[in-house]
């Protein structure tokens, strides 16, 4: 699976984020919710990864939510009030406000779906088969590991230091110290392992070589990459163009 | 080739000079010297790994296993294709590295469901697919019990017809079942080059220093024997020491 | 034997350029970490129930042991996947994870970090910068709303009448020099109980205390 047409569309879809009128959000919002259903190539891979997307999109739309009813409520300014279940809202704010969540909604759900429906190794892939320096690709796999690895490993710290008796549940202070004596022990093995892994990366040739095509499963889709990258151009030169003619 | 010695003795810095890891992530900042790999003389260290000529089994082979990939084959073909092997060769050399290491069953397995013994030997496997011309193993049986360890001896063994191999250990016992050479390190320099049967005729203190499992034992004092019993020269032919 | 290779030529894994020098010594595997460290320290102050962020403690680690460039790459990597993993926003603030990496890594090479009252001042000038950066941001693309604790401050400013570019910069003046500060401090106090071993192998630690101290955790 190439991430490239994906990458294109995420591109396409924050350049509108800020750039394209809203009118077009809502159709780029509507197609990217329908993409994981419609398109193998967005499709959720795992039960996981379906519900981590429910979730956000509940978490968005009670920050949508909350948006509207703040600028509803402070939004500065004269401007006629919506009355909404009995509560007097600017008509200004809910306005901007509706921009923004339209505007996060996008910005949000295009990476999340992204990284949702690609598979870590075909991200990796791709940065080392762009050229580009193959130090990131390292350092990218690097910390998703050390990612994965730390929660366990700061539960286990944590644990030690509170059988030890140190005052994790104590003062401000208290815990200010516990926090410096885990952060101590979580540094030094941290850093040993991430060397080793390094060390391993290296050993495996990562970075080395190119990827042959024969690896890597072709994908129609590819076709799409040029068109999205034209259209986030064209967007960004259109609202250049009207930003100078004003 | 062994290179035995007490740890921090240096084994382990002197694997990643010739592997070409003393250039990148600093281990060993403070090293000093040069190495040859493969005709190539590199004044300092070289600075990035011979890849895919020089492989190495690092002494946690559960940290060699990448991450990227799920199963047993996907995890071999990474390091072929990172070495430029075409998708149609590496099938071949997939499962030449797998019957190599007897484990053609684990092909399909997930690298999750796989046993410590497993593991080190999915890395191995991972290793020689790409067919290095030097092969470097760090400690490779300081985690095996002995049946495991006579078993990797005679995995070594094989492996020596394809690359030359040189490994670390902090025991005579691999060494004197595998090894043509053994390179004894301490403090940083190296007290004796022979070959395993040498340093045990040699008697040296090092021979003393290395902890012995009995096999090894039993082979020094036939070793120190006097050589006219005709019991002990039938028993040194048997031992392949004449 | 030897792996067939498809005559394509090898590049090395590591070349001598000047970007590759960057990564010399261990800096590569101490920005992975303090990549995650932004990503997950978070967790641990929660868990102790400290509440501020310190979502900017690992970029000063590496910034003070490493470099501005070093730092600059290690925050943005962190927060564009703080964005992948469900914060997109964090995304748009790589402009301020790149001032406070050259910031602190000047910090650092003037020697402010070897006296607490220099530290703290560099601390909370750091976040006065950091916050001048990220009101903008924080007003014109998310409307104030940062899905974060501190957009209670935001709402408090505007309730007060401020316009929102005023109250994202009143909130990030609140907040950012506490946080900022607290980052420094942390890191000093990490660095000494690093042991010297390990940190002397960083381009940037002689910056911070005399070769000889040395306190092993």
Not at chain 1, 66 to 90: D, E, K, P, Q
Not at chain 3, 119 to 147: D, E, N, R, W
Request: proline share 6%; with cysteine; net charge positive.
């Amino acid at each position: 699976m190439k991430p490239a047409p994906k990458l294109a569309f995420v591109l396409y879809c924050w350049i509108s984020a800020v750039a394209a009128p809203w009118t077009l959000q809502i159709v780029l919002v509507l197609t990217l919710f329908a993409l994981p259903l419609f398109s193998p190539m967005w499709r959720l891979p795992s039960e996981r990864a379906k519900h981590t997307a429910r979730r956000f999109l509940a978490f968005l739309a009670i920050l949508s939510i909350v948006l509207l009813i703040v600028n509803g409520l402070m939004f500065s300014g004269a401007g006629r009030t919506l009355i909404v279940g009995g509560i007097a809202l600017n008509r200004s704010g809910v306005l901007f406000a509706s921009t923004v969540a339209l505007r996060l909604i996008l910005l949000s759900a295009s990476v999340l779906f992204f990284f949702l429906s690609t598979p870590m190794r075909a991200i990796a892939d791709f940065i080392e088969d762009r050229g580009l320096p193959s130090a990131l690709a390292i350092l990218t796999l690097l910390s998703v590991h050390i990612v994965e690895m730390l929660p366990d490993r700061i539960h286990d710290i944590l644990a030690a230091q509170e059988a030890r008796g140190a005052p994790v549940r104590g003062s401000l202070l208290a815990r200010f110290r516990s926090l410096i004596a885990v952060l101590g022990p979580l540094t030094v093995s941290s850093l040993a392992e991430a060397i080793e892994r390094g060390h391993a990366y290296a050993l495996r040739g990562l970075g080395s070589a190119r990827i042959l095509p024969s690896y890597s499963t072709a994908s129609s889709a590819s076709r799409w990459t040029w068109p999205l990258l034209s259209l986030s151009f064209i967007t960004v030169a259109w609202r250049l163009l009207a930003w100078i003619q004003r | 080739m062994a290179i035995l010695g007490p740890s921090e003795a240096g084994k382990t810095t002197l694997l990643f000079a010739i592997a070409g890891l003393l250039g990148i992530h600093g281990t060993g900042a403070s090293s000093s010297g040069s190495v040859a790999v493969l005709g190539h003389a590199f004044t300092p260290f070289p600075s990035h790994p011979e890849f895919p000529h020089v492989s190495m089994l690092l002494q946690d082979p559960a940290v060699q296993i990448s991450g990227l990939t799920d199963t047993v084959q996907e995890e071999i073909l990474l390091g072929l294709r990172h070495a430029g092997v075409a998708r149609e060769n590496a099938e071949h050399h997939l499962e030449e590295s797998l019957r190599l290491l007897g484990i053609p069953h684990l092909r399909d397995r997930t690298l999750r469901s796989l046993s410590g013994g497993e593991i080190q030997k999915v890395a191995l496997a991972s290793a020689i697919a790409t067919g290095p011309s030097v092969l470097l193993l760090d400690e490779p049986a300081s985690a095996l019990d002995p049946a495991s360890a006579i078993a990797l001896a005679s995995l070594l063994r094989r492996l020596a017809h394809r690359s030359t191999i040189m490994f670390t250990d902090t025991t005579l016992d691999l060494a004197v079942r595998c090894a043509d050479t053994v390179c004894v390190f301490d403090a940083g320099g190296v007290r004796f080059t022979g070959s395993p049967a040498d340093l045990i005729r040699s008697g040296s203190l090092y021979c003393d220093m290395l902890p012995t499992e009995p096999w090894t034992t039993a082979l020094r004092r036939l070793e120190r024997a006097p050589a006219g019993d005709p019991l002990v020269r039938r028993l040194r032919r048997l031992a392949g020491m004449t | 034997m030897r792996a067939d290779t498809d005559a394509r030529p090898l590049r090395p894994v590591m070349n001598s350029t000047r970007f590759h020098s960057l990564f010399a010594g261990p800096v590569l595997p101490l920005m992975a970490f303090g990549t995650a460290l932004n990503l997950v320290v978070g967790q641990i102050t929660a868990a102790l129930k400290i509440p501020i962020y310190l979502d900017s403690l690992g970029t000063i680690l590496v910034a003070v042991l490493a470099g501005p460039w070093q730092a600059a790459i290690s925050g943005s990597l962190a927060n564009l996947l703080a964005a992948a993993f469900g914060n997109p926003a964090m995304a748009f603030f790589i402009p301020v994870v790149c001032v406070i990496a050259i910031w602190t890594s000047l910090v650092a090479r003037w020697g402010w970090f070897r006296r607490w009252p220099l530290t703290v001042l560099g601390g909370v000038l750091q976040g006065v910068i950091a916050a001048l950066i990220s009101a903008p941001i924080a007003a014109y693309v998310f409307g104030g709303t940062m899905l974060a604790g501190t957009d209670l401050l935001v709402i408090l400013y505007r309730s007060l009448g401020n316009d929102i570019l005023r109250s994202t910069l009143l909130q990030g003046l609140t907040s950012d020099p506490v946080d900022k500060v607290i980052s420094y401090l942390l890191v000093v106090a990490l660095l000494s109980r690093l042991p010297s071993r390990l940190l002397m192998r960083f381009p940037g630690a002689v910056r911070i205390q005399p070769p000889a101290a040395d306190h092993v955790a």
